[in-house]
């Protein structure tokens, strides 16, 4: 049996030959701490979040503009 490290070795040389990349992009971007139940907590998708969970939010400018966004059938929910 052929072990595990070598077959890793083995890929990590051979992908790149094949055209197997990744790509790696940078950027910026502003990261915070919100506690969801401090504010009405109510999602996009029309149920709330907690604390307990990882959230990630886009402005209302971001969502509503968003190429092949539609009206948030949620509002007034």
């Given at each position: 049996m052929i072990p595990l490290s070598t077959i890793i070795l083995s890929l990590t040389f051979a992908l790149p030959s094949i055209?197997?990349?990744?790509?790696?992009e940078n950027g910026t971007g502003t990261l915070f701490?919100?506690?969801?139940?401090?504010?009405?907590?109510?999602?996009?998708?029309?149920w709330k979040n907690t604390s307990d969970q990882a959230v990630g939010t886009v402005s209302t400018t971001t969502f509503n503009n968003y190429p092949g966004a539609t009206g948030n059938p949620n509002d007034g929910v």
């Open positions: 055209g197997v990349s990744s790509a790696v701490q919100y506690d969801p139940t401090a504010g009405s907590g109510l999602g996009a998708c029309g």
